[in-house]
């Protein structure tokens, strides 16, 4: 099972990515998938997630409006649009498949197999 993140890069203050995140090794549209991000000696934060048909999403409300996660089960990956970029929002950014769903969505405790991070770098 692994998930791979890609797209990040530096990008300045009210622009735009596109992270993407490529599954293999598993049923890609039997789990939800999350993205979360990471600020070197903070915790782990929610910011999006997706449910495995697609059909709900949620999100931080930090990036409420501005994100947008979508997902392509022909092509085993899950995708987060990013606008509006701040400089708030860099940071690593993981992907996630949710494997246990009497944690809350919302906490990296329900997520497993974590793909290697994407560096977002906004700057001012």
């Known amino acids: 099972v692994q998930l791979q993140a890609s797209g990040g890069g530096l990008v300045q203050a009210g622009g735009s990515l596109r992270l993407s995140c490529q599954a293999s090794?598993?049923?890609?549209?039997?789990?939800?998938i999350g993205w979360f991000r990471q600020c070197p000696g903070k915790e782990r934060e929610f910011v999006a997630a997706?449910?495995?048909?697609?059909?709900?999403?949620y999100y931080a409300d930090s990036v409420k409006g501005r994100f947008t996660i979508s997902r392509d089960n022909a092509e085993n990956t899950v995708y987060l649009q990013m606008s509006s970029l701040k400089p708030e929002d860099t940071a690593s950014y993981y992907c996630?498949?949710?494997?246990?769903?009497?944690?809350?969505?919302?906490?990296?405790?329900?997520?497993?197999?974590w793909g290697q991070g994407t560096q977002v770098t906004v700057s001012s």
């Open positions: 996630a498949a949710r494997v246990d769903y009497s944690s809350s969505l919302f906490s990296k405790e329900a997520y497993a197999y």
């Open positions: 090794g598993f049923t890609f549209d039997d789990w939800a």
């Open positions: 997706i449910t495995r048909i697609g059909g709900t999403t």
